[in-house]
């Protein structure tokens, strides 16, 4: 059996295995309709909760599989092979993502509400972070969640953007200002909202890529939230927030890997298959050598990341890390399916082709989670100002 590092053991290739038949059988074939659709039905997220794939990293109490995290590698990795950068990003958001935060310090019963149900796939989940006027500086988060006079509500006003799952998601951990503006980023919380709830308003965004998935634009007026519903302690979201997204950005590392090597594999077939001036195009030496730079790229990028993947599991912090795995494999998937494309010519411009989506899906790799921009000046700050990150989760 084929081993793909030194990090995978027999056990992770047969997951492997099954993890790629599922792509093959149930979520490959339907790819034209979701794509046209814009939208995933429920029952694939019941049905990934069935197989068990949401909930590798959390405790079989809420009815995850508490497996090793290169299971994880192993299920983002064959995720992104489905060729559809909207269904990747819809499941890796509700797992990674959206329910981190309630797995790390929620409560009991918020883990028993919603991390139990997001595991089986019966409640599908959104992260909200990002604002109109709040993007990357997330400090400066304007909506707010004022407690009511009892205190055992709080009331949620402001409006939240391109929030992967929000427009069909059941719920949504959000990022809210619990404390005034000059607090900064000691006045953030984070609060479970359910999507239903009066108040809410969902607009669906038409996005350039990512056709699979809905990305939406959420509005929260006079919304009444239990003061149950908040995740660890009030005023520490930011903190919070700012551990998780060096998950964030590995997943998104992860994902870039195996999508560019997709679109190689995609490439690779092509370039067998069809012919020019008598012989086959990958004869011709000028696209062999550009093949040779694209398939080293991709190892040294995946190669990179595993390391950064045995880092996190051993506990390290890996802010640097994460941060230069999601700059540096991002940047490489754009380049990579802009090239690939070029080798199939016209072809490559016709949307009956996957390697025009790919082309679609990939350009927002270098701005979801985190802008190119931002993730070099985070690596800056480490490497030239020797600012250090601690852990937060563990500290209460």
């Not at 038949?21 to 074939?29: A, G, M, N, R, Y």
């Not at 900064?184 to 699979?212: A, C, M």
């Not at 890997?257 to 298959?273: F, H, K």
């Not at 030496?285 to 599991?313: G, N, P, S």
Request: glycine share 8%; charged share 20%.
């Amino acid at each position: 059996m084929k081993r793909y590092s030194l990090y995978f053991v027999e056990e992770h290739e047969l997951f492997r295995q099954s993890v790629r038949q599922f792509i093959d059988k149930e979520v490959i074939p339907h790819t034209e309709a979701w794509e046209t659709n814009r939208r995933i039905p429920a029952s694939v997220f019941q049905r990934l909760g069935e197989l068990g794939y949401l909930g590798l990293p959390y405790p079989e109490e809420f009815g995850g599989v508490n497996a090793d995290f290169w299971y994880s590698v192993v299920f983002l990795e064959e995720l992104a092979r489905c060729g559809m950068g909207g269904f990747s990003t819809a499941v890796s958001v509700h797992q990674y993502m959206a329910v981190n935060h309630i797995a790390k310090v929620g409560s009991y019963d918020l883990k028993q509400r919603y991390l139990a149900p997001a595991v089986a796939g019966h409640k599908v989940a959104a992260l909200a972070i990002t604002e109109p006027d709040a993007g990357s500086d997330v400090s400066a988060i304007r909506t707010t969640a004022i407690r009511t006079d009892t205190g055992d509500e709080f009331v949620v006003n402001g409006t939240k953007t391109f929030i992967s799952n929000g427009t069909y998601g059941d719920f949504v951990t959000l990022a809210v200002r619990t404390n005034g503006p000059a607090a900064g980023s000691n006045g953030l919380s984070l609060l479970v909202v359910d999507l239903d709830s009066p108040g809410v308003t969902r607009t669906k965004l038409n996005k350039i890529g990512w056709h699979s998935s809905d990305t939406a634009e959420i509005r929260f007026d006079e919304v009444r939230v239990p003061a149950a519903n908040l995740i660890g302690q009030e005023n520490k979201g930011f903190y919070y927030l700012m551990e998780s997204l060096q998950l964030e950005r590995l997943v998104a590392a992860i994902l870039s890997v195996s999508g560019a090597q997709l679109a190689l594999d995609w490439t690779l077939q092509y370039l067998n298959e069809r012919e020019a001036f008598g012989k086959k195009i990958g004869a011709f030496q000028a696209i062999r050598h550009k093949i040779a730079d694209v398939a080293t790229e991709i190892e040294m990028a995946r190669q990179f990341v595993y390391h950064t993947c045995w880092l996190f599991t051993q506990g390290e912090t890996v802010v640097k890390e994460c941060s230069m795995a999601k700059l540096a494999t991002s940047e490489m998937q754009k380049r990579v399916v802009d090239t690939c494309l070029q080798f199939f010519g016209g072809y490559g411009y016709i949307e009956d082709y996957p390697i025009a989506r790919a082309y679609r899906d990939v350009r927002v790799g270098t701005i979801a989670g985190g802008s190119s921009e931002i993730m070099r000046e985070i690596i800056a700050k480490i490497v030239i100002d020797a600012v250090a990150y601690k852990p937060v989760y563990n500290q209460g």
